[in-house]
């Protein structure tokens, strides 16, 4: 399998989420030119608010000819889609199918986001040529239909595309809530003094954000149709993450405790990732404490000005001002306290 050249033009649907922000940057970085989309209002040079259920507010975006696109935007989460199933289904399938149209009618290849849910709890090791995907959830059930419905277009319509299975993506920069991932509700829980319950025997390989976005890229410039796990080697106990996270944060390990896996969770994440080395000539440069001290220097400075600013005082303030970011998890973390 082929990478045609670098494309000069990417928009980026999902622009303001925990992905779409990252990869944004590190598009401009490498120099390409970014229109970004979201279902957030903004009002900048370069955005356009829309929502992929109605697809004409994107119009102008894909009236830009964008050489690839990514698809970021969706319903995340089990919780989240299991709770709201029909917004799940109509995003992760009728906006999909809207993007897949008007990147056939601008020409433009698509890089599909869909999730390791897909592969569901009867998978011991995620592989995308072996492994039969049997989702658990709604989340998983929604994105393995979008990815049948990409590779339909591929097969019978010539769209170009690839699709992305990311396993476990994590940053400081995170959005904090209980729907999120463990790394970051972990962290921020610890950081707090609060409890957390870790699921017995479960194991994860996590991969910092600032990694992804280079496979992410890479995968904007393969020519042929292909599923791709995206994920880190190091596949670890999620009780040996949690208390890792303890040490690094100086917290009372028994804060952290262990419960029994709930229904539909798969045990062991452990994906095969053969694809991303061989097609995307990507390999991961941040190792898993390296990303912890990370994630744990965020909260820990997060946890400190949040008690600063339900007092007023000013220097938490100006650590907000700093970082868009930084201030939005500020303030949503001041929420959470009042």
């Excluded at 970021?72 to 299991?82: D, F, Y």
């Excluded at 796990?229 to 106990?237: D, F, K, T, W």
Aim: proline fraction near 6%; glycine fraction near 8%.
């Amino acid at each position: 399998m082929q990478s045609h050249a670098t494309p000069r033009r990417a928009l980026v649907v999902g622009s303001e989420g925990n992905i779409g922000s990252r990869l944004v940057g590190y598009l401009r970085s490498v120099g390409y030119e970014v229109m970004e989309a979201d279902i957030l209002p903004r009002w900048r040079p370069g955005f356009v608010m829309a929502d992929m259920n109605h697809p004409l507010d994107l119009l102008p975006a894909f009236d830009w000819k964008p050489d690839v696109v990514f698809l970021c935007a969706a319903l995340v989460g089990r919780m989240t889609s299991e709770q709201a199933g029909s917004l799940a289904i109509t995003t992760n399938l009728g906006g999909i199918n809207n993007v897949i149209q008007l990147c056939k009618r601008s020409g433009s290849r698509l890089v599909f986001f869909s999730t390791s849910e897909v592969y569901g709890p009867e998978c011991e090791v995620l592989d995308e040529a072996e492994s039969r995907p049997r989702p658990a959830n709604r989340y998983g059930l929604t994105k393995l239909l979008g990815e049948q419905l990409v590779e339909y277009e591929v097969r019978v319509h010539g769209l170009k595309a690839v699709t992305l299975r990311p396993c476990m993506f994590y940053d400081e920069l995170e959005t904090v809530g209980e729907h999120r991932s463990a790394m970051i509700r972990f962290a921020s829980n610890l950081a707090r003094g609060r409890p957390i319950e870790v699921h017995r025997g479960a194991a994860r390989s996590w991969l910092h954000i600032l990694d992804a976005v280079r496979a992410i890229e890479a995968a904007g410039r393969l020519d042929e149709y292909t599923v791709i796990n995206i994920g880190h080697p190091e596949v670890v106990l999620m009780t040996d993450l949690a208390h890792r996270i303890a040490r690094v944060l100086g917290v009372d390990p028994g804060l952290v405790s262990e419960g029994p896996i709930p229904p539909g969770i798969t045990p062991v994440k452990r994906p095969t990732l053969e694809r991303q080395t061989r097609l995307l000539g990507f390999t991961p440069a941040i190792e898993l404490d390296e990303g912890i001290a990370r994630v744990c220097s965020v909260q820990a400075r997060l946890a400190a000005d949040e008690a600063r600013l339900a007092q007023g005082e000013p220097d938490a303030v100006a650590h907000a001002a700093a970082s868009p970011r930084y201030g939005a998890s500020l303030a949503a973390g001041a929420r959470r306290q009042r």
